[in-house]
């Protein structure tokens, strides 16, 4: 092993302590370093998460709005056929009432002439 001997020039020398100092300031600044690393990173995550669940709440929402005109477009042409139906229902009901009171019209009508005619032979005797 090489002695080291002070070679009388122990201004470039540091003593035990002050390189000890040093060593430790060092590791507190790298300390630091890392949390504030930590932290960006940190913050960077947070930011990130929060665009991605933006992103994500508007897909979402499209997709309902999609569903929400899909589902409104299905409803709507259901109830125009229903509508339909109903309408052709009625107006079936409807011809056969018209019928039916044509014919009991006429009849009446019949009825009533007879007995308008009874009324009046009645009255000439």
Do not use: C
């Amino acid at each position: 092993m090489v002695d080291k001997k002070p070679n009388g020039n122990q201004s470039e020398e540091r003593p035990a302590s002050e390189v000890l100092l040093k060593v430790k300031e060092a590791e507190a600044r790298a300390r630091q370093k890392i949390e504030e690393a930590r932290q960006k990173t940190s913050a960077e995550l947070i930011r990130q998460a929060t665009e991605e669940a933006s992103k994500l709440a508007e897909k979402i929402l499209a997709e309902a709005r999609s569903q929400t005109v899909r589902i409104k477009t299905e409803a709507r042409q259901q109830a125009e056929n229903e509508a339909r139906a109903i309408k052709e229902k009625t107006e079936e009901e409807k011809k056969k009432l018209l019928e039916t009171a044509s014919a009991n019209f006429n009849q009446a009508v019949e009825k009533t002439t007879e007995r308008l005619l009874e009324i009046i032979k009645e009255r000439q005797f």
